[in-house]
């Protein structure tokens, strides 16, 4: 029997009930009900912040699954396994993106530092449109 489990929270997902919904609230079997509803993610968070809010349900987990995990060895376990799952793999790819856009940028800056620079032509350098480089900047 193969298992399904949330691609955002790691849960296992027994029955279709448990399924969360597109924007056409038709069933995805990716993400759980919890994490995932009318297309879009119920909460915007890190992955870290994911795992300190599953580890607050660590005692309902342990009974369920007749486990006996710590707190800290669940947060270690939660730190190994949520990076295979696809939520955070897709926000790891596009961290990586940013962060070489960013090191393109820095590099120009620091070749061109007694020029004027404009943020049109750090936008070209990092292939990122003005508005969402300024968006990013501001993060």
Same mark, same amino acid.
């Given at each position: 029997?193969?298992?399904?489990?949330?691609?955002?929270?790691?849960?296992?997902?027994?029955?279709?009930?448990?399924?969360?919904?597109?924007?056409?609230?038709?069933?995805?079997?990716?993400?759980?009900?919890?994490?995932?509803?009318?297309?879009?993610?119920?909460?915007?968070?890190?992955?870290?912040?994911?795992?300190? @809010?599953?580890? $607050?349900?660590? /005692?309902?987990?342990?009974?369920?699954?007749?486990? &006996?995990? +710590? !707190?800290?060895?669940?947060?270690?376990?939660?730190?190994?396994?949520?990076?295979?799952?696809?939520?955070?793999?897709?926000?790891?790819?596009?961290?990586?993106?940013?962060?070489?856009?960013?090191?393109?940028?820095?590099?120009?800056?620091?070749? @061109?530092?007694? $020029?004027?620079? /404009?943020?049109?032509?750090?936008?070209?350098?990092? &292939?990122? +449109? !003005?508005?969402?480089?300024?968006?990013?900047?501001?993060?």
């Amino acid at each position: 029997m193969e298992y399904i489990y949330c691609q955002s929270c790691g849960i296992l997902l027994e029955n279709s009930t448990q399924y969360g919904t597109h924007a056409d609230h038709s069933p995805t079997s990716e993400y759980c009900s919890y994490c995932y509803q009318e297309g879009e993610f119920t909460e915007d968070c890190t992955m870290e912040e994911m795992i300190l @809010h599953c580890v $607050e349900y660590l /005692d309902e987990f342990n009974e369920g699954s007749r486990t &006996h995990f +710590s !707190r800290e060895e669940a947060i270690r376990e939660m730190r190994k396994h949520f990076p295979t799952l696809k939520r955070w793999q897709q926000k790891q790819e596009t961290e990586n993106y940013y962060h070489q856009a960013v090191n393109k940028v820095v590099d120009y800056i620091n070749t @061109h530092l007694f $020029e004027a620079i /404009d943020l049109k032509k750090l936008s070209d350098i990092s &292939h990122i +449109s !003005r508005c969402h480089f300024v968006h990013i900047h501001n993060l």
